[in-house]
């Protein structure tokens, strides 16, 4: 969940926010009630800034390249008799 806090609130609570950024918090710092800036744990900044495609946008490009929706698959026979349908 992402805490939110102004930029006096963050000035004075600054080693605090930055433990909450490196146990995985998000914090957003705000000014007159507006987001303006994020603070992430360093290892999130590297995740972000490494410009690694997600997995759905990994997915459809697999998707596309192979024809996936062209091959016609029926998921229930594929798949009915590992999954429960309710």
């Known amino acids: ?12 609570n600054l080693p605090s926010l930055v433990r909450d950024a ?7 710092i705000t000014r007159k009630g507006e987001p303006v800036a994020v603070l992430v744990s360093h ?4 995740r972000l800034a490494s410009g690694r495609r997600g997995f759905g946008d990994a997915y459809g490009e697999f998707a596309n390249a192979v024809g996936l929706s062209e091959l016609a698959l029926d998921p229930d026979e594929l798949f009915g008799d590992v999954r429960q349908v309710e």
Do not use: L, P
Not at 1 to 12: K, V, Y
């Open 22 to 28: 490196e146990n995985g918090e998000t914090v957003e």
């Open 43 to 46: 290892r999130e900044f590297e």
């Open 1 to 12: 969940m992402t805490e939110q806090h102004s930029i006096a609130d963050a000035r004075r």
